[in-house]
């Protein structure tokens, strides 16, 4: 069944700097991958879908690539801001199609001033 | 502006209570999720439905969980007899079928069953 790893440890960057975020994942390879934003007390909240023909994605800060050699996803926000500062998951659909999501735990980024 | 909304928020119970958790979906999408998270788990996929019909509860614990879409405005979930274990926040998210795939999350329901 598919997995999907995110770096469990916290990530600690000055404002200003780029954040990477990393997501991997085990088995098939998805037709798409979803980056979700989410804060303490709130649903998680839509950021990016990058197809598996698409090597990369922008949008503002945003960068979002897709690897399906390496099976892996990277999260780039440019220029990180305090505001930035959350938890970031990504998703896959579950194989068999029907918009079903496997999220990963997330990986929780802290900007720092 | 559209949003998912649940009720209630927040439900403190006692084991043993039924518990139902109610979603209203944005108006016009036809695909609605449940999900529960914990730390452990992360965010896992209870159930699915599409076009009220469900399609998928594979994720629930079929004994005390239970979820119905009476009308296209109402989805629930139940659960008879709550356990400490249930402990979590359920969230319900819907999305449509023709066009993007994203889904859009509701704020949740913090449930704890002492």
């Known amino acids: 069944s598919q997995k999907i790893e995110q770096n469990s440890e916290a990530l600690n960057i000055q404002e200003g700097k780029t954040a990477t975020l990393t997501c991997n994942y085990t088995n098939y390879s998805p037709a798409y991958l979803q980056w979700y934003r989410q804060d303490p007390g709130r649903g998680p909240v839509f950021l990016l879908l990058i197809r598996e023909n698409e090597k990369e994605k922008r949008k503002e800060r945003l960068k979002v690539t897709f690897d399906t050699t390496l099976k892996q996803s990277l999260f780039h926000i440019t220029a990180s801001q305090p505001a930035d500062s959350a938890t970031y998951l990504c998703a896959v659909p579950f194989s068999g199609g029907y918009n079903k999501l496997i999220f990963g735990a997330g990986t929780r980024l802290a900007v720092h001033p | 502006d559209a949003r998912v909304t649940q009720t209630p928020r927040d439900k403190v119970t006692e084991m043993g209570q039924e518990v139902t958790m109610r979603c209203q979906p944005i108006l016009g999408h036809n695909t609605v999720f449940w999900y529960r998270q914990t730390m452990m788990q992360g965010l896992e996929l209870l159930a699915y439905f599409r076009n009220r019909a469900p399609l998928d509860d594979s994720g629930m614990p079929k004994d005390r969980f239970s979820a119905e879409m009476p009308d296209a405005t109402l989805a629930t979930l139940k659960i008879q007899p709550s356990e400490p274990r249930d402990s979590a926040v359920y969230f319900c998210?819907?999305?449509?079928?023709?066009?993007?795939?994203?889904?859009?999350f509701g704020p949740g329901t913090r449930l704890t069953v002492l």
């Open positions: 998210a819907s999305g449509t079928t023709s066009g993007s795939e994203e889904q859009f």
